[in-house]
């Protein structure tokens, strides 16, 4: 069942939150000189700023989704779980020098085998996490019922003639 009332407050939601992590790529841009790893670094700013703009892009359209309120739910967690790690990730990386699972942003350069082991499950759930995401979105992206029969309702009706 769609429940039309969630719809702008998940949306509003998904703005802000990608205007945020928009911000949090920004920002990132000024630690790249001064990180372990600047091409890491430029890579968490990357990701800060394409994945902010994929929220803010999702947000705008969550009206068209026609999703149940769990799918919706599940959704939302995916998108701001997987876009928010990946920057969290890079970021971490760049930081402690570390990434061998990252191998040409890493530039051969590994950390402890703990950082290696939390970048490796971070890098592994958000991939998941986004796969899963992107799956659900594009099912949520489906032609409605309602959408189908006024196709068919304004194919039919008579135009006035010029």
């Given at each position: 069942?769609?429940?039309?009332?969630?719809?702008?407050?998940?949306?509003?939601?998904?703005?802000?939150?990608g205007?945020?992590?928009?911000?949090?790529?920004?920002l990132?841009?000024?630690?790249?000189?001064?990180?372990?790893?600047?091409?890491?670094?430029?890579?968490?700013?990357?990701?800060?700023?394409?994945?902010?703009?994929?929220?803010?892009?999702?947000?705008?359209?969550?009206?068209?989704?026609?999703?149940?309120?769990?799918?919706?739910?599940?959704?939302?967690?995916?998108?701001?779980?997987?876009?928010?790690?990946?920057?969290?990730?890079?970021?971490?990386?760049?930081?402690?020098?570390?990434?061998?699972?990252?191998?040409?942003?890493?530039?051969g350069?590994s950390?402890?085998?703990?950082?290696?082991?939390?970048?490796?499950?971070?890098?592994?759930?958000?991939?998941?996490?986004m796969?899963?995401?992107?799956?659900?979105?594009?099912?949520?992206?489906?032609?409605?019922?309602?959408?189908?029969?006024?196709?068919?309702?304004?194919?039919?009706?008579?135009?006035?003639a010029?």
């Amino acid at each position: 069942m769609r429940d039309s009332m969630h719809y702008p407050i998940i949306g509003r939601h998904l703005l802000q939150m990608g205007v945020l992590l928009f911000l949090l790529g920004l920002l990132t841009g000024f630690l790249v000189p001064s990180l372990s790893n600047p091409r890491m670094g430029l890579a968490s700013h990357l990701e800060g700023v394409m994945n902010g703009l994929f929220l803010m892009g999702l947000g705008l359209a969550w009206p068209y989704l026609t999703l149940t309120r769990v799918l919706q739910r599940v959704l939302l967690y995916l998108v701001l779980f997987g876009t928010f790690a990946n920057w969290l990730v890079t970021l971490l990386a760049a930081w402690w020098g570390a990434g061998s699972m990252m191998t040409i942003a890493s530039k051969g350069l590994s950390g402890t085998p703990v950082q290696e082991l939390l970048i490796g499950l971070l890098l592994l759930s958000l991939s998941a996490a986004m796969i899963l995401a992107s799956g659900l979105l594009l099912y949520g992206l489906r032609r409605r019922r309602d959408d189908r029969n006024r196709l068919r309702t304004a194919s039919t009706l008579d135009l006035p003639a010029r």
